[in-house]
C-alpha cells in the first residue's frame, strides 16, 4: 500500500482483523492491541500481525473498537504511539469521533473511515482477507485535516480495492441513520417480536431468514452506534412505526385498494 | 408423479407457472389458465402448458392467484372442471379457502398447500423449474377430506422433492403471520419509510438490501394475504411496533447498558 510501511491496529475483530490481514499481505508491517490479549496471538500466528501495538512509532494508526469506545481510544493512542501520519477509524458513526480528534489536537491528521462491509459475524473469528475489496469506504476528514493526509488515506483503501467517497461527518450520520442503522435496528426488533411470541429462527422461510439475519450482530456494537447517532435514529425509528401504524389502520379499514397502495409505497415498480 | 394424469393450473404465475413446468417435466398433462392470455401462450411454447384450460377432465385442479382472487376462483372452476380427485391452491393463508372449500360441498377432494418458496420477483417471467426442491410445503387438508385425497396431495408434492407437513388450517395462519406475512409486512414498513425520506435503494449497505429485499414482493399478492389474515397480523405488527418504540425510550435514557440488552433480545447468541 502507497507510502505505508506500518500500521497499528486497535481492535482485532472483524473489521480491524480484517484489515490486518490485507495489509501485511501487501506488506506493511502491522501491530495489533485487543482487548482480548490472545487475540493479538492468533492475529500473529494467522500472520495478520507482527507483533503488538505498545509505544512504537507507525505510519497509520487505525481505531476498530465500537465507537464509543474509539472516543476514549483516540486519546490514550494518540498520546502513546510516535510519528502517525494518519490516525482512521472503522465506525458506523463518524460526527463524534471528528469533534474530539479536534478537541484533542490531532484533527490535522484524523480521516474517520467507514467502510460498507462486514456482516452479522463479529470478532476476530470472522476476520477475512479481502473483505473490502468492492466496498464503499466513506472518509470523513477532519476540517483542520491536511490534504496529503486525505490523499494518504483514499490511497490506503484504493490499495485494498475499495472505493472511497469523502463526506461531511454530520451528514454521513444523517443518512447513514436511515441507510444503516435504521435497517439494523428494524431487523433486530422484528427479531425480538419473534422472540417475545416464541417463534423460533427455525420457523422462518428464506423470505423472514433474510429480514432478521442482521439481528444476529453484536449487540455491543449496535448500542454504541444507536446511542452515538441516536439524534438522527429516533425520527427514522418513528417513521416505521408509523407506517406499521398505518398498515394496521388499512388492515381494520378491510378495503383492498388502500392495502396495494401501501404494499407498492415501497417499491422498485 | 404418482398416478396423476393431468392438472389443470389456474394462475401462471411464479407459483403456478414453476409447477407447471415441473409437473410437465414429469410427464404430466398440464392445462393452463391465466388472465394475461398471452401467458399461456408463452407457457405453451415453453413446453410448460400442453394447452389451455377450460372444461375438460384433469386429476388436480391447482389455483395459483392472489389468496382472496382464488375464493371465487374456488366456485368458478370447481363448476366447471369435471373428475377432479384433488383440488389446491398454493396460497399464503390457508383458513378462508379451506371454509370455503367445505361450503361449497367440495371438503372432501381439498387439500390447501402453501409452499414456502418463490421470492420477490412475481408472474410467469420468474417461474423456473425445480422451486419447489427442497422446499417445506404446509398442507391443510379440509376437515371433509377424503383420507386418499390427502395421501395424493402429499405424493404430489414429494415427487417434486418437497417436503410435506400437514397443519390446521387455522393454526397455520396464527403461526404465518408471525413468520412469514410479519416479515414481509415490516421489509415492506422500512422500505416505505425509506422511501418517504428519499432514500434511495442505492445508497443502502449489504444488510439494508436484506431487510428490504421483500419490499419488491408483489402489492397486489400481499394486500390480499394481509387482508385475508389480518386477525392474527394485526397483534404481530403492533408488537414490532412496540419494539421499535422501546427501542426510542432506551435511546432517550441514554445509558449503554439497557440498550445493549434490547439489541441482544432477537440475537443468536
Chains 1, 2 share one sequence.
Not at 485535516?145 to 488515506?153: F, I, K, R
Not at 450520520?173 to 429462527?201: E, N
Not at 378491510?254 to 404494499?263: N, Q, T
Request: hydrophobic share 50%.
Amino acid at each position: 500500500v502507497t507510502s505505508v510501511a506500518s500500521a497499528g491496529i486497535v481492535g482485532l475483530g472483524l473489521m480491524g482483523g480484517s484489515l490486518a490481514r490485507d495489509l501485511s499481505a501487501r506488506g506493511v508491517r502491522v501491530l495489533g492491541w485487543d482487548r482480548d490479549g490472545s487475540t493479538v496471538a492468533r492475529a500473529m500466528e494467522a500472520g495478520a500481525v507482527a507483533g503488538p501495538l505498545r509505544g512504537e512509532a507507525v505510519d497509520v494508526l487505525v481505531l476498530a473498537v465500537p465507537v464509543l469506545d474509539a472516543l476514549n481510544a483516540l486519546a490514550g493512542w494518540t498520546a502513546q504511539v510516535r510519528g502517525v501520519r494518519l490516525i482512521t477509524d472503522l465506525g458506523s458513526t463518524k460526527a463524534a469521533i471528528v469533534a474530539r480528534a479536534e478537541a484533542l489536537g490531532v484533527g490535522d491528521r484524523f480521516v474517520g473511515a467507514h467502510p460498507l462491509a462486514g456482516g452479522e459475524r463479529c470478532g476476530w473469528g470472522a476476520s477475512r482477507t479481502g473483505l473490502y475489496e468492492g466496498a464503499r469506504v466513506y472518509l470523513t476528514p477532519a476540517p483542520s485535516c491536511a490534504e496529503g493526509v486525505v490523499s494518504l488515506a483514499h490511497a490506503l483503501w484504493a490499495g485494498l480495492g475499495a472505493r472511497t467517497e469523502t463526506v461531511d461527518a454530520a451528514e454521513h450520520d444523517r443518512r447513514l441513520a436511515w441507510s444503516s442503522h435504521l435497517p439494523q435496528a428494524v431487523s433486530s426488533a422484528l427479531a425480538a417480536a419473534l422472540a417475545g411470541a416464541g417463534v423460533p429462527r427455525e420457523a422462518l422461510g428464506p423470505g423472514g431468514r433474510d429480514v432478521t439475519r442482521l439481528a444476529g450482530s453484536s449487540p455491543e456494537l449496535w448500542a454504541q452506534v444507536a446511542a452515538d447517532n441516536r439524534a438522527n435514529l429516533a425520527p427514522a425509528l418513528a417513521a416505521v412505526e408509523a407506517e406499521l401504524r398505518e398498515l394496521r389502520m388499512r388492515l381494520d379499514g378491510g378495503d383492498l385498494s388502500p392495502l396495494r397502495a401501501w404494499f407498492a409505497l415501497g417499491g422498485r415498480g
